[in-house]
């Protein structure tokens, strides 16, 4: 919870674009992947990705809009932490996942997830909350 819990997580799964015109044809283009707040799942599973990617400002929006939870804010404002510290970040949440059911109930979700520590695996429960029907970051 601390690097969180020192900072995040990732599925390491990577998003392909198609071709990008004539002087692409035939070349797969890579593509950052992004946020998916459509569902728990999604949301939790693109989390990972974004973070497999090393992506810190690809978790702007990670948290509840106008959130006040110190680790969520972290989160959402990572890419202004220093190279060492995203380093850090990025290792102990990458090769993390969904461990288990995810818990939904009207508006609020609760999804289970490991991710590395020093001492080994880590699990947690992410809270997810919807607003404006997207799913984002409550608490961890």
Same mark, same amino acid.
């Given at each position: 919870?601390?690097?969180?819990?020192?900072?995040?997580?990732?599925?390491?799964?990577?998003?392909? +674009?198609?071709? =990008? *015109?004539?002087?692409?044809?035939?070349?797969?283009?890579?593509? $950052?992947?992004?946020? %998916?707040?459509?569902?728990?799942?999604?949301?939790? @599973?693109?989390?990972?990705?974004?973070? *497999?990617?090393? %992506?810190?400002?690809?978790?702007?929006?990670?948290?509840?809009?106008?959130?006040?939870?110190? @680790?969520?804010?972290?989160?959402?404002?990572?890419?202004?932490?220093?190279? @060492?510290?995203?380093?850090?970040?990025? +290792?102990?949440?990458?090769?993390?996942?969904?461990?288990?059911?995810?818990?939904?109930? +009207?508006?609020?979700? @609760?999804?289970?997830?490991?991710?590395?520590?020093?001492?080994?695996? $880590?699990? %947690?429960?992410?809270?997810? $909350?919807?607003? =404006? +029907? $997207?799913?984002?970051?409550?608490?961890?």
């Amino acid at each position: 919870m601390r690097t969180l819990a020192c900072l995040a997580f990732s599925l390491s799964l990577t998003s392909c +674009g198609g071709t =990008d *015109g004539p002087a692409s044809r035939g070349k797969v283009v890579a593509s $950052k992947p992004a946020l %998916d707040h459509s569902s728990p799942k999604a949301f939790v @599973e693109s989390f990972f990705a974004v973070v *497999g990617a090393s %992506d810190a400002p690809g978790l702007a929006d990670f948290a509840v809009p106008g959130s006040v939870d110190p @680790e969520m804010r972290i989160m959402s404002e990572l890419h202004t932490a220093p190279p @060492e510290m995203l380093k850090e970040f990025f +290792g102990s949440f990458r090769g993390g996942g969904i461990v288990g059911d995810i818990k939904v109930s +009207g508006d609020h979700a @609760e999804v289970p997830i490991v991710f590395k520590k020093a001492a080994g695996e $880590k699990r %947690d429960t992410l809270v997810l $909350k919807r607003v =404006d +029907g $997207k799913w984002y970051a409550a608490s961890m």
